[in-house]
């Protein structure tokens, strides 16, 4: 059997990892596993966990940790993670990046790719960062031009609750207080890579994908050296 792919997509909110994830997991044939999306759907179906996520997220603050390493815990014990997963949204804390670490020890190494954009790059993004209502597909909009009807499937796009100015800021400043630092945890391990996220989509996708052959290799290599037989 081939190597896992364990793929964590690290970026500031905007970055893109919704849609790299979407296309890289579909490509590899792993399943995608956003937090986002989970609370998302939590919030739309008024579960429990929809009910307590709810203000949080729509303050552009962080849910608590205990309750987002549990909800990763139990996703990534299913089976169907066995030839890899990609993580988009988790880890998003030291809190959480520790958790991951504990969750995977002896399940194969993680490889973690930052996707890097600058800050006034991401803010003019959001504001143009719209959400089909009725199937949930995520697309850009033109500046200035009347917003269209969702591609996919002809429904109204509307603004994500938590894309408005005040809370973009908010989310850009906890990214930075709590998220960026996991560069740093992560940032001297060989399976790690940075991949410039300031280009056009079909550009990032090659250069996560580049990035990812590269760790792939890495890990062989690594794996081959210590005799392992994982
Ligand atoms: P973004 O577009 O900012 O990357 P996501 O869709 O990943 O946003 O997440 C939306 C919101 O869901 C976050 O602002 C946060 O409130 C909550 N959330 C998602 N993942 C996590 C997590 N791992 N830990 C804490 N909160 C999270
Ligand atoms: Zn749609």
């Known amino acids: 059997m081939s190597v896992p792919i364990n793929l964590v997509v690290l970026g500031p ?14 490509q590899r044939g792993i399943p995608k596993i956003s937090t986002g999306d989970i609370l998302r759907d939590a919030v739309q179906s008024g579960t429990e966990l929809g ?5 949080t997220m729509d303050a552009g603050g962080l849910v608590d940790d205990q309750l987002m390493i549990a ?6 014990g299913r089976a169907d993670v066995a030839s890899g997963f990609v993580l988009d949204g988790f880890p998003r ?16 190494a993680l490889a973690v790719v930052d996707i890097a954009v600058p800050d006034d790059a991401l803010v003019a993004r959001l504001a143009l960062r719209r959400v089909c209502g009725q199937c949930g597909n995520t697309t850009t909009v033109a500046a200035g031009a009347e917003v269209p009807p969702c591609e996919r ?3 109204e796009l509307v603004l994500r609750s938590d894309d408005t100015e ?26 790690f890579r940075a991949v ?10 090659a250069a996560l994908n580049g990035a990812v052959d590269d760790i792939l290799r890495e890990l ?6 210590a005799g392992g037989d994982r």
């Open 13 to 26: 909110p905007g970055a893109g990892k919704g849609t790299q994830a979407v296309v890289f997991a579909q």
């Open 51 to 55: 009910q307590r996520a709810k203000a």
């Open 71 to 76: 909800i990763v815990r139990e996703r990534l």
């Open 93 to 108: 804390t030291v809190a959480q990046a520790t958790a991951l670490d504990e969750i995977m020890s002896g399940q194969g």
């Open 153 to 155: 499937c002809g429904g």
């Open 166 to 191: 005040e809370v973009v800021r908010e989310r850009l400043r906890v990214y930075a207080d709590a998220t960026k630092p996991l560069v740093d945890y992560y940032s001297s391990r060989p399976t």
């Open 196 to 205: 410039d996220g300031n280009q056009a989509p079909d550009a990032v996708g």
């Open 220 to 225: 062989a290599v690594s794996g081959a050296a």
